[in-house]
């Protein structure tokens, strides 16, 4: 069977009762019905089975890698963007760009080793220890290649790396790039001190070129090509057009230079851009040298490790002081080209916001991996077919050096830098791309909001302890706003346990990441509780939770019931609410154990003939010690009825979830469940409780359509937003999901 792999080419330039987590019971607490959470015994929880893919259908689908890096190529010195007008003559970058998509929002750090070290790790600098140059690179860290060897998906993958490492540190071994887990290396492991007389090492050993070092880094990919059957992944890491500034064959650029060395002193921009150039003609060699059906099964990545240095910057865009090694644009905007296998878009432009980290999954996932998400790394791969599909909404990069450290954080619209002695400089990128006008000191709410979110974004990755995180302590919210990710920011709350006599500080962070806004909570409320008159069962403890709420939810198909095993929703105040409990009517001894959702009668939490301990919150802690809410959280909305309810958290499906009121042609009114108690008595007998439908059984209502304002959720859409609505009776919040809960809501 004659099968051809694609080739992928790098380049780089409770309360008792609770349906809770855990399967403890509340039997402490003095109740009627006392229940546990539902037990883990599988009867409930889907498993997935993945299915072998037999080796002939992997080698089908597999494309190869190509992953090209330049080395100091700004986006000042890319023919592919419009920031400057004295530019490289790149023919062959350009028809990859042509031929594929160009990145207009590409983000990596300010320096070589430090981007590298994100590519090769997924991860962060805070998170690899590589924040400066130049840093080693721990063995310790699974790096992309080893990651491709070691997993069953991808491990059909030969690999190797050609060119500029400086990774090792200050004086690397030999070694270092096989020790931390290359298969192959063939190139340079620092700087070059002359592109024509410069230290080769290949696998350990170390030899002697005088070989233009363009050349033969190319020459020594095509060498390695040749052997190889598919897949394969080569990452070809240039240092042109790093320093020394030289002269390069003539035969490879289309610049008139003399090459004497007043004259490249006077001149480095365009000695500069002739290495770009002498470059692009290698590449070209490169893809080139590929039979037509390997080519045409080749994915290629071309990126910039950073932004230009300043001796070469091209001022009329970037500030000297803005480029290469700084945190500024002009040092971290790179030049980011995909084209080939799998790319269906062609001469596209792309804003979708993307880093170097990235490439570790995008990388992977193209292999095969199918995982969207590794380490810090998130893929981009499915933008190769579509404008923007699944965009970030944030970006982090850091550095540390002796003239810049700190780190740096972006959205599609503004970016904030944060440097180590704490002063903080905040820029619009839509008007203000080259950075001079900066806007912390702004009174705009709408840039003081942008603040607040980065800022968020940046903490929740570095893990400073916020100063300026927003205290909500009994604040009683007001924004309508049915968008999670206007709710970016770090919260704090000084509150009381009131029967324990204790204090506690709630801990809430909102950030976005991937298209989702992600509650990062210690499930502490903004208001004192515990507060009834008998205390909780269950000790309230500070929990580490995290919930993510989709950006863009959809009305699905068929509702999702509520259920024991997925939490209903997340508050603004960072307390989920799980409205069921796990207690049934003639089940057991009434307390524990009805973990079936098609049980008959179970009990409802908020009738107060269930002797459910709950706080004037209706809440109460499980058993592991979440404090969670079964009714309506009333300290979180004001219910004076002169002004429509604001939002009050979001429900397991994205959807926002409002308070009472709403305003009904001018009027505003609480809005009405389509819920109402069932006539007559329920059934008696075996295993029926009998007695007269009052509410004290979940069971004991029925929806009737149309009879209030909302649906059979507990929804309806107002001025085309659909959400929610807090009501005084059943069922309380959310009587069903309307859309697709968020796998991240489901409990263990």
């Given at each position: ?476 919210l007001s924004n309508n706003s049915g968008n999670c990710a206007d709710y970016v920011a770090s919260y704090l709350s000084n509150v009381q346990d009131v029967n324990n006599n204790t204090v506690f500080v709630g801990d809430l962070m909102i950030t976005l990441q991937n298209n989702k806004c992600v509650f990062t909570t210690n499930a502490i409320p903004n208001h004192d509780f515990n507060d009834g008159g008998e205390a909780f069962p269950n000790n309230v403890s500070e929990q580490n939770d995290e919930f ?105 499906d994205g959807f926002p979830i409002f308070g009472s009121f709403f305003d009904d042609a001018g009027v505003i009114r609480k809005a009405l469940p389509s819920y109402q108690l069932k006539s007559g008595t329920r059934p008696s007998g075996t295993g029926e409780p009998g007695g007269s439908y009052d509410g004290s059984f979940r069971d004991d209502y029925e929806y009737v359509e149309s009879l209030g304002d909302l649906d059979e959720c507990n929804g309806m859409t107002i001025n085309g937003v659909y959400g ?25």
């Amino acid at each position: 069977m004659n099968i051809k792999i694609a080739s992928i080419i790098l380049i780089t330039f409770s309360f008792i009762g609770c349906g809770g987590s855990g399967g403890s019971s509340d039997n402490n607490e003095e109740i009627i019905v006392p229940v546990t959470t539902p037990s883990d015994n599988g009867s409930e929880t889907e498993t997935e089975t993945e299915t072998e893919t037999e080796t002939e259908t992997e080698t089908e689908t597999s494309p190869n890698i190509l992953f090209i890096i330049s080395d100091d190529q700004g986006l000042d010195a890319s023919a592919q963007y419009s920031y400057s007008t004295d530019l490289p003559n790149t023919p062959s970058i350009d028809a990859l760009a042509n031929t594929g998509i160009t990145y207009d929002n590409a983000w990596a750090t300010p320096a070589c080793t430090t981007t590298r070290a994100t590519i090769l790790t997924g991860k962060y600098g805070i998170n690899s220890d590589v924040t400066y140059v130049p840093a080693q690179l721990s063995a310790d860290h699974t790096i992309l290649q080893k990651y491709l060897a070691s997993n069953e998906a991808t491990q059909h993958y030969q690999s190797a790396v050609f060119g500029k490492w400086h990774v090792g540190g200050g004086d690397s071994d030999a070694s270092h790039p096989n020790d931390v887990g290359l298969q192959h290396y063939a190139g340079n492991l620092g700087n070059l001190t002359d592109y024509y007389n410069w230290e080769l090492t290949v696998n350990g050993e170390v030899e002697a070129s005088t070989q233009y070092h363009t050349t033969h880094i190319t020459n020594l990919a095509i060498d390695w090509l040749g052997q190889q059957s598919d897949p394969w992944f080569a990452w070809v890491a240039y240092s042109a057009p790093h320093s020394p500034m030289h002269l390069p064959p003539e035969n490879l650029h289309d610049r008139t230079l003399s090459g004497d060395s007043e004259d490249i002193n006077n001149n480095k921009r365009d000695y500069y851009l002739a290495a770009i150039e002498a470059m692009d003609t290698e590449i070209g060699r490169l893809l080139s040298s590929m039979d037509q059906a390997t080519r045409d099964n080749t994915v290629v990545i071309f990126i910039g490790d950073n932004g230009s240095p300043k001796g070469v910057i091209d001022n009329a865009s970037f500030e000297n002081s803005h480029g290469k090694g700084s945190l500024y644009q002009g040092g971290v905007a790179i030049p980011m080209i995909v084209s080939g296998k799998g790319v269906t878009r062609t001469n596209s432009r792309e804003s979708a916001i993307v880093t170097a980290t990235d490439l570790y999954a995008t990388i992977a996932d193209l292999a095969g991996s199918s995982v969207s998400q590794i380490h810090d790394s998130y893929s981009f791969k499915n933008t190769f077919e579509s404008d923007s599909s699944g965009a970030q909404n944030y970006a982090y990069t850091e550095f540390q050096s002796d003239d810049t450290t700190g780190w740096s954080v972006r959205s599609q619209t503004h970016k904030l830098i944060k440097f180590e002695d704490g002063t903080q400089e905040l820029f619009s990128l839509t008007d203000n791309f080259s950075e001079t006008d900066d806007l912390i000191q702004s009174s705009d709410n709408s840039v003081i909001q942008q603040y607040d979110a980065l800022l968020a974004f940046g903490q929740s990755i570095t893990g400073e302890n916020s100063d300026t995180a927003q205290d909500i302590t009994n604040i009683i919210l007001s924004n309508n706003s049915g968008n999670c990710a206007d709710y970016v920011a770090s919260y704090l709350s000084n509150v009381q346990d009131v029967n324990n006599n204790t204090v506690f500080v709630g801990d809430l962070m909102i950030t976005l990441q991937n298209n989702k806004c992600v509650f990062t909570t210690n499930a502490i409320p903004n208001h004192d509780f515990n507060d009834g008159g008998e205390a909780f069962p269950n000790n309230v403890s500070e929990q580490n939770d995290e919930f993510e709420i989709t950006q863009s939810p959809a009305i699905a198909s068929d509702i999702t019931p509520i259920s024991l095993t997925v939490d209903n929703a997340i508050l603004l105040n960072g307390v989920k609410v799980d409205l069921l409990a796990a207690g049934c009517y003639n089940v057991g001894n009434g307390k524990v154990g009805c973990n079936d959702m098609n049980q008959p009668w179970r009990y409802d939490p908020m009738h107060p003939a269930n002797g459910f301990r709950v706080d004037s919150h209706n809440a109460h802690a499980q058993p592991d010690g979440t404090y969670h809410y079964h009714g309506s959280p009333f300290a979180l909305f004001s219910d004076d009825g002169q002004n429509a309810s604001p939002v009050v958290g979001f429900a397991a499906d994205g959807f926002p979830i409002f308070g009472s009121f709403f305003d009904d042609a001018g009027v505003i009114r609480k809005a009405l469940p389509s819920y109402q108690l069932k006539s007559g008595t329920r059934p008696s007998g075996t295993g029926e409780p009998g007695g007269s439908y009052d509410g004290s059984f979940r069971d004991d209502y029925e929806y009737v359509e149309s009879l209030g304002d909302l649906d059979e959720c507990n929804g309806m859409t107002i001025n085309g937003v659909y959400g929610y609505y807090i009501t005084d009776n059943y069922p309380y919040v959310v009587g069903c999901f309307s859309g697709t809960p968020d796998p991240s809501f489901n409990k263990n």
